[in-house]
């Protein structure tokens, strides 16, 4: 039997950016790169010119670009089952389900697989329409309530940025999903006052990525889970960013209130170093004092689900990416670096950097707009300070990441090693010098 060749897709003597200009929707700012191939904590490009990848996909590439765990895990599960319904029993799900329940939350409960962090994220809002539900107000109608934070970003479906805190992802999109309260991040007093019966739930990033690498402190975080434990509200931490070791421990709000007790917890980003998976996981406990039913298993039958979420592929690459964190115990590492990181960067007095702030390998250097402006290498008309930034480091061989207007964020590998966060730093340094002095 003569089994036919399958064609291949003829080249195109196109660049990179006019097939994007002429092919794809325009829903992105693309900077001027064109990545062809990946090695651990660098990245090519089609001409062959070689980066330092500390923005690692934007939290995503956990252990770098194509390292073998990660290949051997796509070879291998790829030559035995690729996908299959989640009509049927997936392994794997049990198998990861298990890592992330008894290793990275120590804490009883089931967890939930999908594609994304704003599918994740998603699933946590599904959750808490369905509890207001289960638990009413006082006259039988459901709570809907869900409180969240300024300068939270919670992903772009329309309950992710119903959600999230910040208009720009709104405009142009309305009417947006009801139900939520925007608060000022850190502020108990305004967190107390807004707390009323319809209150359903707290929705938070423990760290705060893409609004600046905002950290929420201790006593805001015990505020939260104190408000949630006297009302039965729920209290859902969103570690899309922040979870699995990028902050220095497995669960991103530990090294801040190691104690706190969330209800459930989104995942995604460096979850499978690259390859898309989101999960979920939610606590074993009682709904109210008044049935058995857990809030682990209210999603039942019907009420979610998800075509390619937790699909034998995707499984594989995750427990071996976690696996990995945890053989090499890149948490640990990831707190210590980015302790150094921080202090080596406060230590130089830069004009242009008025802070840098983070946990672990979440890391935000916050830019002084007046001196960068003072210096001529940049103007407000010019659009964000922090991408003036990110596009001449980038232009000087180091690939960053903004985080709003001011901040420049970064990302490496958690296994990044110290020669490269020295090779980091004094290209950093050696950039901010020449904007300081007036050269972009």
């Given at each position: 039997?003569n089994v036919?060749v399958?064609?291949?897709?003829?080249?195109?003597?196109a660049?990179t950016?006019?097939?994007?200009?002429?092919?794809?929707?325009?829903n992105y700012?693309?900077?001027p790169?064109?990545?062809q191939?990946?090695?651990?904590?660098w990245?090519?490009?089609?001409n062959g010119r070689?980066?330092?990848?500390f923005?690692?996909?934007?939290?995503?590439?956990?252990?770098g670009?194509c390292p073998?765990?990660i290949?051997?895990?796509l070879?291998?599960?790829g030559?035995r089952?690729?996908?299959?319904?989640?009509?049927?029993?997936?392994?794997?799900?049990?198998?990861?389900?298990?890592?992330?329940?008894?290793?990275?939350m120590?804490?009883p409960?089931?967890?939930?697989?999908c594609n994304?962090?704003?599918?994740?994220?998603?699933?946590?809002?599904?959750?808490?329409?369905?509890?207001?539900?289960?638990?009413?107000?006082?006259d039988?109608?459901?709570?809907?309530?869900i409180?969240?934070?300024?300068?939270?970003?919670?992903g772009?479906t329309?309950g992710?940025?119903?959600?999230?805190?910040?208009?720009?992802?709104?405009?142009?999109?309305?009417p947006?999903?009801?139900?939520?309260?925007?608060?000022?991040?850190?502020?108990?007093?305004a967190?107390?006052?807004?707390?009323n019966?319809d209150t359903?739930?707290i929705?938070?990033e423990?760290?705060?990525?893409?609004?600046?690498?905002?950290?929420?402190?201790?006593?805001?975080?015990?505020?939260?889970?104190?408000?949630?434990?006297?009302?039965?509200a729920?209290?859902?931490?969103?570690?899309?960013q922040?979870?699995?070791?990028?902050t220095?421990?497995?669960?991103?709000?530990?090294?801040?209130?190691?104690?706190?007790?969330?209800d459930?917890?989104?995942?995604?980003?460096?979850?499978?170093?690259?390859f898309?998976?989101?999960?979920?996981?939610?606590r074993d406990?009682?709904v109210?004092s008044?049935?058995?039913?857990?809030?682990?298993?209210?999603?039942?039958?019907g009420?979610?689900?998800t075509?390619?979420?937790?699909?034998?592929?995707?499984?594989?690459?995750a427990?071996?990416?976690?696996?990995?964190?945890?053989?090499?115990?890149?948490?640990?590492?990831?707190a210590?670096?980015?302790?150094?990181?921080?202090?080596?960067?406060?230590?130089?007095?830069?004009?242009l950097?008025?802070?840098?702030?983070?946990l672990?390998?979440?890391?935000?250097?916050?830019i002084?707009?007046?001196?960068?402006?003072?210096?001529?290498?940049?103007k407000?008309?010019d659009?964000?300070a922090?991408?003036?930034v990110v596009?001449a480091?980038?232009?000087?061989g180091?690939?960053?990441v903004?985080?709003?207007?001011?901040?420049v964020r970064?990302?490496?590998?958690?296994?990044?090693?110290?020669?490269?966060?020295?090779?980091?730093?004094?290209?950093?340094?050696?950039?901010?010098d020449r904007m300081?002095n007036?050269g972009?």
């Amino acid at each position: 039997m003569n089994v036919p060749v399958p064609a291949v897709a003829e080249a195109s003597s196109a660049s990179t950016a006019q097939l994007l200009a002429k092919y794809t929707v325009p829903n992105y700012g693309r900077l001027p790169l064109a990545p062809q191939r990946g090695d651990g904590s660098w990245l090519y490009d089609e001409n062959g010119r070689q980066f330092l990848d500390f923005g690692g996909g934007v939290a995503v590439c956990s252990l770098g670009h194509c390292p073998p765990a990660i290949t051997t895990a796509l070879t291998e599960q790829g030559h035995r089952l690729i996908h299959c319904s989640n009509w049927y029993q997936i392994r794997g799900q049990g198998e990861l389900g298990r890592f992330l329940v008894e290793t990275v939350m120590e804490s009883p409960g089931k967890c939930l697989f999908c594609n994304s962090g704003a599918e994740a994220n998603e699933a946590l809002l599904k959750l808490a329409r369905k509890f207001g539900h289960l638990t009413p107000k006082a006259d039988g109608s459901p709570r809907r309530g869900i409180i969240t934070f300024n300068n939270s970003f919670h992903g772009r479906t329309f309950g992710g940025i119903s959600a999230t805190g910040q208009d720009k992802v709104k405009t142009g999109f309305g009417p947006l999903l009801e139900g939520f309260s925007h608060l000022p991040f850190n502020d108990i007093a305004a967190l107390e006052a807004a707390f009323n019966e319809d209150t359903v739930a707290i929705l938070l990033e423990p760290v705060q990525g893409e609004g600046g690498i905002h950290i929420a402190s201790p006593e805001f975080l015990r505020a939260c889970e104190q408000l949630c434990t006297r009302h039965n509200a729920l209290l859902l931490l969103d570690e899309v960013q922040s979870g699995l070791g990028r902050t220095g421990h497995w669960c991103g709000w530990k090294p801040i209130a190691p104690n706190l007790t969330p209800d459930a917890v989104s995942w995604a980003k460096g979850i499978a170093g690259g390859f898309p998976l989101g999960a979920v996981w939610i606590r074993d406990r009682p709904v109210s004092s008044s049935d058995h039913l857990a809030l682990c298993d209210v999603l039942g039958p019907g009420s979610h689900g998800t075509t390619y979420g937790g699909n034998p592929l995707g499984c594989a690459v995750a427990l071996a990416v976690l696996s990995e964190i945890k053989r090499l115990n890149l948490c640990a590492a990831s707190a210590s670096l980015g302790a150094d990181i921080v202090r080596t960067v406060n230590a130089w007095h830069h004009p242009l950097i008025s802070s840098a702030r983070g946990l672990g390998l979440l890391i935000g250097f916050e830019i002084n707009p007046d001196a960068l402006e003072a210096s001529g290498s940049w103007k407000h008309d010019d659009g964000m300070a922090s991408m003036a930034v990110v596009k001449a480091l980038m232009a000087d061989g180091l690939l960053t990441v903004a985080a709003g207007p001011l901040v420049v964020r970064w990302l490496p590998p958690l296994n990044v090693s110290t020669d490269e966060i020295n090779t980091a730093l004094s290209i950093m340094r050696r950039t901010l010098d020449r904007m300081a002095n007036g050269g972009k």
